[in-house]
């Protein structure tokens, strides 16, 4: 069965740095999505991507966040420069709408730990 | 996006049916009622998706009524493996919706014991 293939599976960085977090999502989907969740709360939505575009972000996503695919395979979210709070699971995810419905797979996640 | 309410969480055991229900009291003409199962540390798994009527693939059950305000994922003869968080969506996930942002709530614990 396809899957959204994320790395690395954990990233340890010092506050400050830039950290770029990949996904490979599953090859015949166009629709892409980055989520975080942090340790004990909720799946929250970072930005969905489509066509080469952002078509929609949360309040998270600020200008300290990137998304981008670089060739037809990859799709990555760069965070500029890290703080504390940026400490969560990192969800990538892609979607297809087979059988009418958008249904949205999601990798097995990158845990970012911010220092 | 309509706001769904789910029980925090739910005891079974082994082989039991599992009925999970989530209340969209306002839920539009073109929304889908979709479930994801998530395990600890790993990313939501989607379970199934419906409008209207019953869904059945070959791990769950999905009945909404025809009103669609209210929906119930059944887990057939559940196992200590089905221990997980489920989660209710409700969204506009038809193409033209497409790019749609999912918004996951608390869930449903769900725990399955011996």
């Known amino acids: 069965e396809p899957e959204v293939t994320q790395t690395p599976s954990h990233q340890v960085t010092q506050m400050g740095q830039e950290v770029i977090l990949r996904c490979v999502p599953i090859?015949?989907?166009?629709?892409f999505y980055w989520y975080r969740q942090i340790l004990g709360q909720k799946v929250e939505f970072l930005v969905s991507f489509y066509n080469n575009e952002i078509s929609e972000k949360s309040e998270i996503f600020d200008d300290q966040f990137s998304v981008e695919r670089p060739d037809g395979s990859n799709f990555t979210l760069k965070i500029r420069s890290t703080k504390l709070e940026d400490s969560a699971m990192y969800f990538c995810a892609s979607s297809d709408f087979e059988g009418a419905g958008e249904k949205l797979f999601f990798g097995s996640g990158t845990q970012l730990s911010v220092l | 996006l309509a706001k769904t309410t789910q029980p925090i969480s739910m005891d079974s055991y082994e082989g039991q049916e599992v009925n999970i229900t989530c209340s969209h009291n306002?839920?539009?003409?073109?929304?889908?009622i979709t479930w994801y199962q998530q395990f600890p540390s790993q990313g939501p798994r989607f379970i199934i998706q419906g409008y209207k009527t019953k869904v059945t693939n070959e791990v769950a059950s999905l009945f909404i009524p025809a009103d669609r305000k209210s929906s119930t994922l059944s887990l057939p003869r559940v196992s200590l493996s089905d221990t997980a968080v489920y989660y209710c969506?409700?969204?506009?996930?038809?193409?033209?919706?497409?790019?749609?942002?999912?918004?996951f709530g608390t869930g449903t614990q769900l725990k399955v014991e011996l």
């Open positions: 969506l409700v969204g506009d996930m038809s193409p033209a919706g497409g790019g749609n942002k999912l918004t």
């Open positions: 090859s015949n989907h166009l629709y």
């Open positions: 306002n839920i539009a003409t073109n929304d889908y």
